[in-house]
T-cell receptor, first 117, second 113 residues
Framework: GAVVSQHPSWVICKSGTSVKIECRSL??????MFWYRQFPKQSLMLMATSNEGSKATYEQGVEKDKFLINHASLTLSTLTVTSAHPEDSSFYIC?????????????FGAGTRLSVL | GQQVMQIPQYQHVQEGEDFTTYCNSS?????IQWYKQRPGGHPVFLIQLVKSGEVKKQKRLTFQFGEAKKNSSLHITATQTTDVGTYFC?????????????FGAGTQVVVTP
């Protein structure tokens, strides 16, 4: 089955620093990847849609200068949380769409727990 | 606001009992998907429904897609402790071309032995 790897799984950083999260599709080419944020016991909130070779499309209310997304290849998308603050602490999850056969199924990475001190 | 509504938010079930979680969209969907997220884990794809009135079964799980393609349900029979987790429905709008999904709030299932 389709496998999506997300790294790191856990990161603790100081306020004001930047953190990069990687999302890789291991056994398929993902033209589209998605970045979500999830608060405890809540649903997934879509932050942005990342298309290979083009600028990401951000959802309303998500600061694009704060959450930088790069989708440089068909298997890698990165999310950089710039100048992180404690309110950015959250569970960030990426997913990748396997376009084979016209499917719109999303396969999720294991997530990254970010704690900003 | 949230366009895909899911109820109930919590479901406390005795082992062996059945339960159903429901999903409703304010707009017609192209397809609907169901995911399961175990505590501390990430969402795992369960199934995709595409056709109006479609019914699919996976062992003790039965998934339905409404005739109008605006609602869906997941019914679990003879609940087991392994069914613990949060079940999310996620709908794709007919106008979407990228595969964006609107997630419901999820139903958190707790199973008592």
């Amino acid at each position: 089955g389709a496998v999506v790897s997300q790294h790191p799984s856990w990161v603790i950083c100081k306020s004001g620093t930047s953190v990069k999260i990687e999302c890789r599709s291991l056994d398929f080419q993902a033209t589209t990847m998605f970045w979500y944020r999830q608060f405890p016991k809540q649903s997934l909130m879509l932050m942005a849609t990342s298309n290979e070779g083009s600028k990401a499309t951000y959802e309303q209310g998500v600061e694009k200068d704060k959450f930088l997304i790069n989708h440089a290849s068909l298997t890698l998308s990165t999310l950089t949380v710039t100048s992180a603050h404690p309110e950015d602490s959250s569970f960030y999850i990426c997913s990748a769409r396997d376009p084979a056969g016209g499917s719109y199924i999303q396969y999720f990475g294991a997530g990254t727990r970010l704690s900003v001190l | 606001g949230q366009q895909v509504m899911q109820i109930p938010q919590y479901q406390h079930v005795q082992e062996g009992e059945d339960f159903t979680t429901y999903c409703n969209s304010s707009t017609t969907l192209s397809n609907i998907q169901w995911y399961k997220q175990r505590p501390g884990g990430h969402p795992v794809f369960l199934i995709q429904l595409v056709k109006s009135g479609e019914v699919k079964k996976q062992k003790r799980l039965t998934f339905q897609f409404g005739e109008a393609k605006k609602n869906s349900s997941l019914h679990i029979t003879a609940t087991q402790t392994t069914d613990v987790g949060t079940y999310f429905c996620a709908g794709r709008k007919t106008t979407d071309s990228w595969g964006k999904l609107q997630f419901g709030a999820g139903t958190q299932v707790v199973v008592t032995p």
